[in-house]
């Protein structure tokens, strides 16, 4: 199972609005509504941001939302701030019954 | 406290065999399906295996099938990663994360993950 393909980088200036892709194929993202995000500060453990595609967990900032067209999914951080600099990683439930990870992004906040 | 603590992480050689465990407390670790992830320094994560919250149930990813087998002991509140004939390609630290919700339906996500435990293959 191949990973999912994300950009490895993406910035914006405090404030701005960026959107990190996910893209997979019709036997993982696009054939589920099982995508999840996570945001992984250096050295620590990954934070779950959204799951099944668009929900966002109590305690999430709604600055944080997600989406999915086809076979690429998406997630939109709006409002950024210097704490959302951190490395994001999709996931999708695969027809294989297994999970694969997306390669990861790197936001830098400008 | 809810959380999970990994133990077990180490040096060992190419063939050798290591076995992680996971403490969980803080909530009641027999209803909920358990998964481990790994991360390679520097790397992306990588899902390594599943099992359901009664045992009864286990998937794998390709990389590791056949070599490791995860288990748990739900009188302990232990979940375990069985690492046999290890390679330098599984070097990593090694995550436990918790699924969501406490029925055998899975939900493919985590939403609880411990600190993890590094192990490294080396000669």
């Known amino acids: 199972q191949s990973a999912l393909t994300q950009p490895a980088s993406v910035s914006g200036s405090p404030g701005q609005s960026i959107t990190i892709s996910c893209t997979g194929t019709s036997s993982d993202v696009g054939g589920y509504n099982y995508v999840s995000w996570y945001q992984q500060h250096p050295g620590k453990a990954p934070k779950l941001m959204i799951y099944d595609v668009s929900n966002r967990p109590s305690g999430v900032s709604n600055r944080f939302s997600g989406s999915k067209s086809g076979n690429t999914a998406s997630l939109t951080i709006s409002g950024l701030q210097a704490e959302d600099e951190a490395d994001y990683y999709c996931?999708?439930?695969?027809?294989?019954?297994?999970?694969?990870f997306g390669t990861g992004t790197k936001v830098t906040v400008l | 406290q809810v959380q999970l603590v990994e133990s077990g992480g180490g040096v060992v050689q190419p063939g050798g065999s290591l076995r992680l465990s996971c403490a969980a407390s803080?909530?009641?670790?027999?209803?909920?399906?358990m998964h481990w992830v790994r991360q390679a320094p520097g790397k992306g994560l990588e899902w390594v295996a599943f099992i359901r919250y009664d045992g009864s149930n286990k998937y794998y990813a390709d990389s590791v099938k056949g070599r490791f087998t995860i288990s748990r002991d739900n009188s302990k509140n232990t979940l375990y990663l069985q690492m046999n004939s290890l390679r330098a390609e599984d070097t990593a630290v090694y995550y436990c994360?918790?699924?969501?919700?406490?029925?055998?339906?899975?939900?493919?996500?985590?939403?609880?993950w411990g600190r993890g435990t590094l192990v490294t293959v080396s000669s």
């Open positions: 803080g909530f009641t670790f027999s209803s909920y399906g």
């Open positions: 996931s999708s439930y695969t027809s294989s019954s297994t999970l694969v």
């Open positions: 994360a918790k699924e969501p919700y406490s029925s055998s339906f899975l939900n493919w996500y985590f939403d609880l």
